[in-house]
């Protein structure tokens, strides 16, 4: 029997969807990630994108990183754990934990690596990792490499974490939640979490990807949004959403630090960070600080959306952040609505399982600080036409 046999099914799976139309991955972009791109020739207007405080193609980032290459080079050729770790490393590190008002943070490579490497780091065998259903795949997947056992609950169902903290009740149990769920937009219940590890001495990581820049007054997101910052342990984020880069990130103790810099798999054994990253990452967090109007426009155009697709008639589940689905429930008719909405000049995601559960499926949109409400108007306008040609409205 041949191992490869099995990729023919993703040739005719992708065939079956080019030919139909419906194919929309791996889209290319032949301009930077803006309120508006340009796909194959075609200027759309972008709701599909992380970019909430449009920090990407900002001039002051922009710079930083060209600043880094002609000092640094383009890349480290090493991990950190050897020949990788630059002086700006360890810069960011600094105010990254001076940020989050933690003790210290460490720097991956990727966001993915992130979780990785710091949950299969601290859970041991013996030791439990407590997650979310709705939770990364980053995060299921670090769970997994660890030699711990690996519980989920019910998303955001609090009695359901309660059952499974009581079943572990004796272990060393981590729970580890997104802070911002990515595909329904909703916050994790952390007040109500935090609650529950402390009656049963477990420890929490919050994964906020997706809350960086986003929520909190100052932008440090969920634990900050909830007054709870000195109650989550370890704050992991993402380089790669408002900070206008890629790489990952955990903010706690120096014990934590320390123990997962040096068993963290995935940061020992990746090559570092490369210069012009770290140093865009920089500037993109002095700009969260210095312009917090950006968060309050990223809100008002948030709040329009919000209220327009319901006002339309659409389902946008529990979403109560810059992240809104617009819920579908069938596939076909998710991808249908996808083409219609590009050949109106928007970009949108199409979600299907398994990245959601069937029957849950949506198109996943997102708002930047720099849309417009001429473009907001255009987007709007657009899924009115398309969700009555299609019956879905």
Known sequence: MDILNKCVKATEYESGLRESGYYFFFRKLESPQDSE?????????????????????HPRVKEAAIHAIEKYGIGCSGSRFLNGNLEIHEELEEKLARFFQKEAALVFATGYQTNLGTISALVERNDVAIIDRYDHASIIDGSRLSFGKVQ????????????????????????????VFSMEGDIANLPAIVKLAKAYGARIMVDDAHAIGVLGN??????????????????????????????????GSAEV????????????????????????????????????????????????????FK?????????????I????????????????????GIFVNAVASPAVPPGRE??????????????????????EKAGKELGVI
Request: glycine share 8%; aromatic share 6%; hydrophobic share 40%.
């Open 37 to 57: 791109v340009v796909v194959n020739g075609k200027r759309v207007i972008m709701i599909g994108s992380n970019n909430y405080l449009g920090l990407s193609n």
């Open 152 to 179: 989920r609950f019910r998303h955001n169902d609090i009695g359901d974490l309660e059952r499974v903290l009581d079943e572990t009740r004796g272990k060393a149990q981590l729970i580890v939640v997104d802070g």
């Open 218 to 251: 100052e932008g440090r997101g969920t634990a900050e949004h909830f007054g709870l910052e000195n109650e989550v342990d370890i704050i992991m984020g993402t380089f790669s959403k408002s900070l206008a880069a890629v790489g990952g990130f955990i903010a």
């Open 257 to 308: 630090i320390r123990w997962t810099k040096h068993l963290g798999r995935s940061l020992m054994f990746s090559a570092s960070l490369p210069p012009p990253q770290v140093a865009a990452v920089s500037a993109a967090l002095d700009i969260i600080e210095e312009q917090p109007e950006l968060r309050t426009r990223l809100w008002e155009n948030s709040r329009k959306m919000h209220n327009g």
């Open 311 to 323: 006002s339309l008639g659409y389902d946008t589940g529990s979403s109560e952040t810059p992240i």
């Open 325 to 344: 689905p617009i819920i579908i429930k069938d596939t076909i008719k998710t991808y249908q609505m996808c083409k219609l909405l590009f050949e109106k």
């Open 362 to 383: 949506l198109l996943r949109t997102s708002y930047m600080a720099t849309h417009t409400d001429s473009q907001l108007d255009k987007v709007l306008a657009a899924f």
